[in-house]
């Protein structure tokens, strides 16, 4: 993997854990000369992995609207910053960079970014690893709805096994480079 897009909050959260891992997983990513392709707001968790992945040295690539540019949130320092005119086009943009897709905690457009990812791998419009960072616990009421689906019959299992889940970046990235597309949905 040359690239990775991380989809994360544009506030801190209410815990410190959560930068504190974010911080980790950019040094990590650096250190693996892996570029980072996110949202391009120096704000939150987004500015967070950011400032530590270009500590380190390391490349990143955000890609943001130009409305939320121009409320200047966009971080300035960047390796390189790709300016787009809709938040549709901003998705489809790191969808096209990125070799695999991360979520972090954040709120619902953190969701919607990565449900995007998760349905087109499951229809076969995507054929790239995403996980789930689940940081102290974050997304064990989602990964129960994930279960709730399969046992309703509105997911089928290998559907549900499309995304990974761990709570340590570095088993993550073990799971994600091991990652085979699974076989077009068919109805």
Same mark, same amino acid.
């Given at each position: 993997?040359?690239? *990775?897009?991380?989809?994360? @909050? !544009?506030?801190? &959260? ?5 930068? $504190? #891992?974010?911080?980790?997983?950019? /040094? ?24 530590? *992945?270009?500590?380190?040295? @390391? !490349?990143?690539? &955000? ?5 939320? $540019? #121009?409320?200047?949130?966009?971080? /300035? ?24 897709? *991360?979520?972090?905690?954040? @709120? ?80």
């Amino acid at each position: 993997m040359k690239s *990775i897009a991380v989809y994360c @909050g !544009s506030s801190l &959260g209410a815990s410190e854990i959560y930068k $504190e #891992q974010a911080i980790l997983l950019g /040094k990590f990513l650096a250190q693996e000369k892996i570029t980072l392709i996110y949202g391009g707001a120096s704000v939150g968790i987004m500015g967070t992995i950011a400032d530590a *992945i270009l500590k380190e040295g @390391g !490349s990143v690539i &955000g890609v943001i609207p130009t409305f939320l $540019e #121009q409320r200047e949130i966009a971080h /300035k320092d960047l390796t390189e910053l790709i300016c787009v005119d809709t938040m549709h086009e901003r998705k489809a943009k790191m969808m096209e960079l990125a070799d695999g897709f *991360i979520a972090l905690p954040g @709120g619902p457009g953190t969701l919607e970014e990565f449900f995007e990812v998760f349905t087109w791998n499951q229809i076969g419009l995507l054929q790239k690893p995403c996980g789930i960072l689940n940081i102290n616990g974050y997304y064990n009421k989602l990964i129960e709805l994930f279960d709730h689906m399969v046992a309703e019959k509105f997911l089928q299992e290998r559907s549900r096994n499309v995304f990974y889940v761990d709570d340590n970046y570095e088993s993550l990235f073990s799971k994600m480079r091991t990652y085979e597309p699974p076989a077009i949905k068919t109805y």
